[in-house]
């Protein structure tokens, strides 16, 4: 077969240079290779088992398919950049070794399904990665909220100091939020675990095809529904773009929290030199640039999100070549979430905390004073005069510059015959923490509780994607071996 596009056989006469390097994708569909290979392998297999193509054809191509796969796997196979896309590579290559065998592969199938079954193998692997990866970063984040249950830091809102928290509890909500990524990651997989391959262009075919079949021994959960949908859907594409942007939004916060404490203004923690960089020309500075990297590359992957809802939103039914673009645009979101994933849990498990600077932070903003407020509550004052009252002695405590606690009682009595000796047991910042154990509070009891449903949470959710990948590692072994 001569090196010529696929569709040549409608034109009189072939199209130009530009044309063809304008509409190539080969260059970002070429790590589709491996799953565009075994993909093949289940469609010609079933072919067999069908009946529509002879037995002898079948061995040709399954061998022929084996020996390009080897060739992938060793990082040997070198793609002709003038050839359009990894499919037409692939069958080139096929065809020239085997014949004209390899031209009967292509039987009952087209590029459109073709396509949307390797992106959907491919994010298969992918989504498992993220959710193991993610995984290692909460259990990082678990151990070092252990360590750190009798840490008390402010609390904020607004940027401003609002009530004492320990330093696990904060960690911990990082945690929840990775846990929440980690499930949307699980429960996408789902929708995206399902086989377009035998939709063919966008109306099925008339070969007595088993799509069922070819879903099962690529490791499906099932067929797609509907051919036409098959084709020119890429909502589980964008659904993943989701999951990734939310996990990346999540990561740049975290990031952002390390680049604040690590000022000298705040002092709270100080990151790795494993994980910093210096100044080409102020010698003192260490900046997080990791941190930094990591808030900035959300913005590209947030992009992507955007980006491929764009695209998506104007398609008509069915495959139209814009879909070409998605891969670019989710390989992209990928080469950035999973390196970051990656590293974040390496900053983490390094990053040091300075305990006696976050205690001494609470000591100033007067963060103890809805203690107060609670305080006159249960003297059976209403929360709201409580709150009026609780105002004014903080006001008075600023003038005198003291802290709540170093106000006399004398003093405190004046706003409120209902303040007794008993507030000097409130008032402390460990007992403000320490009284806080309602369920998801600050308290180290609360938090111990935290940690326990978190810890099988990661146990549980990393089980599933594990018990997934193996079964998705004995489908293609079964595939990969069968004669």
């Known amino acids: 077969m001569s090196k010529q596009v696929l569709w040549s056989g409608r034109f009189r006469r072939i199209a130009s240079d530009q044309t063809l390097a304008y509409t190539s994708s080969i260059s970002v ?4 290779a491996w799953y565009d290979v075994v993909g093949s392998m289940a469609h010609v297999q079933m072919l067999g088992r069908q009946g529509i193509l002879p037995q002898v054809d079948v061995d040709k191509i399954m061998k022929g398919l084996r020996s390009i796969l080897k060739q992938i796997e060793q990082g040997q196979l070198t793609f002709s950049e003038k050839l359009e896309d990894v499919h037409t590579n692939i069958e080139f290559l096929l065809t020239e070794s085997i014949g004209e065998a390899g031209a009967r592969l292509h039987t009952a ?3 459109n399904d073709q ?3 390797d992106l959907r193998m491919y994010l298969r692997d992918a989504t498992l990665e993220a959710m ?12 070092r909220a252990k360590e750190n249950l009798e840490t008390v830091m402010p609390g904020f809102t607004h940027m401003q100091h609002a009530q004492p928290v320990s330093l696990a509890h904060h960690l911990m909500a990082h945690e929840a939020r990775l846990q929440r990524d980690a499930s949307r990651f699980l429960d996408s997989y789902q929708r995206l675990n399902l086989s377009p391959l035998g939709a063919a262009a966008l109306a099925g075919t008339t070969y007595p095809i088993d799509r069922h079949y070819t879903a099962k021994a690529l490791g499906f959960a099932a067929p797609t529904g509907n051919s036409m949908d098959s084709v020119s859907d890429r909502d589980f594409a964008a659904e993943l773009l989701f999951c990734c942007a939310s996990t990346m939004t999540h990561l740049s916060s975290m990031s952002e929290e390390l680049v604040i404490w690590s000022s000298p203004e705040f002092g709270f923690a100080e990151v790795s030199d494993a994980n910093a960089t210096g100044s080409s020309i102020m010698p003192q500075k260490k900046n997080p640039d990791v941190a930094e990297l990591m808030r900035g590359r959300s913005a590209r992957v947030i992009g992507d999100l955007g980006s491929m809802l764009v695209l998506l939103k104007g398609l008509p039914l069915t495959y139209n070549r814009d879909l070409q673009e998605d891969k670019a645009l989710t390989f992209s979101t ?3 979430l999973l390196p970051s994933l990656e590293i974040a849990e390496a900053m983490f498990s390094m990053v040091e905390f300075d305990q006696e600077r976050m205690l001494t932070a609470c000591e100033r903003g007067y963060l103890n004073a809805t203690e107060l407020a609670d305080y006159l509550v249960i003297k059976g004052i209403p929360f709201r005069t409580a709150h009026e009252i609780t105002g004014r002695v903080v006001r008075k405590a600023m003038d005198q510059g003291k802290r709540l606690e170093e106000m006399s009682l004398a003093e405190m009595r004046k706003f409120s015959d209902h303040i007794e000796e008993d507030i000097y047991r ?5 007992s403000c923490v320490d009284r806080r154990c309602s369920y998801g509070g600050t308290s180290p009891v609360a938090v111990r509780r935290q940690i326990e449903r978190a810890e099988d949470e990661v146990i549980a959710t990393r089980a599933k994607a594990r018990k997934e990948k193996r079964r998705l590692l004995r489908a293609y072994s079964r595939l990969l071996t069968k004669e």
């Not at 569909?29 to 589709?32: K, N």
């Not at 993610?134 to 984040?141: F, N, R």
């Open 29 to 32: 569909d070429r790590r589709l």
């Open 109 to 111: 199938r087209s590029r």
């Open 115 to 117: 396509v949307a079954t």
């Open 132 to 143: 193991e990866l993610i995984g290692a970063l909460q259990l990082t984040l678990i151990k």
């Open 334 to 336: 990928l080469d950035v």
């Open 426 to 430: 409130v008032l402390p910042l460990r």
